[in-house]
T-cell receptor, first 116, second 116 residues
């Protein structure tokens, strides 16, 4: 079974803090993604990566950065957390890299971040 | 324009009733993929089905069935004899061949309540 593991399920951080959300997948997938999910807005793509050290902006990258130093690990970084970044964050991965489409994306359990 | 529309924001049915979740998509691509995911209260999005645009056969998996109709750009999901464990948010999603980064476009989800 594909396993996407997010290191923290629930976090509470203060405004201005630097926040790291970690994600690890165990299926040697090339693609990894970070989404945020908000009521009424559905899932919105923040960043994705199709290879180590590669990253691409999604639909809402402002206020976020990412790091992909190893194939299995994709980190989302909030440089200076703000209250409007309170949300549920979902990491995902899929097999095969750029040049294909339609591959199934597998998700982690989500990280609930509250910024106070 | 929204590419995946789930017009039903929230549905409540009594246990053992059948329920259909609607999904309408929009694409100019001739090759595309459609997905359904289930998100239980725990938060993780669970993959249910993937269907490519060339396969219009309906699919049945236990109490779940999917009706794909290209003529109406719809990919509806029916749960037969619903159970309380089916309570979740269900997302329909689209991946287009011309989008080569495996980014998929999600609908905003339908929250399904199965009442005992």
């Amino acid at each position: 079974d594909v396993k996407v593991t997010q290191s923290s399920r629930y976090l509470v951080k203060r405004t201005g803090e630097k926040v790291f959300l970690e994600c690890v997948q165990d299926m040697d997938h090339e693609n990894m993604f970070w989404y945020r999910q908000d009521p009424g807005l559905g899932l919105r793509l923040i960043y994705f990566s199709y290879d180590v050290k590669m990253k691409e902006k999604g639909d809402i990258p402002e206020g976020y950065s990412v790091s992909r130093e190893k194939k299995e690990r994709f980190s989302l970084i909030l440089e200076s957390a703000s209250t409007n970044q309170t949300s549920m964050y979902l990491c995902a991965s899929s097999l095969l890299g750029q040049g294909s489409s339609g591959n199934t994306i597998y998700f982690g359990e989500g990280s609930w971040l509250t910024v106070v | 324009a929204q590419k995946v529309t789930q017009a039903q924001t929230e549905i409540s049915v009594v246990e053992k009733e059948d329920v259909t979740l609607d999904c309408v998509y929009e694409t100019r691509d001739t090759t595309y993929y459609l997905f359904w995911y289930k998100q239980p209260p725990s938060g993780e999005l669970v993959f249910l089905i993937r269907r490519n645009s060339f396969d219009e056969q309906n699919e049945i998996s236990g109490r779940y069935s999917w009706n794909f109709q290209k003529s109406t750009s719809s990919f509806n999901f029916t749960i037969t004899a619903s159970q309380v464990v089916d309570s979740a948010v269900y997302f329909c999603a689209l991946s287009e061949e011309m989008n080569r980064d495996d980014k998929i476009i999600f609908g905003k989800g339908t929250r399904l309540h199965i009442l005992p």
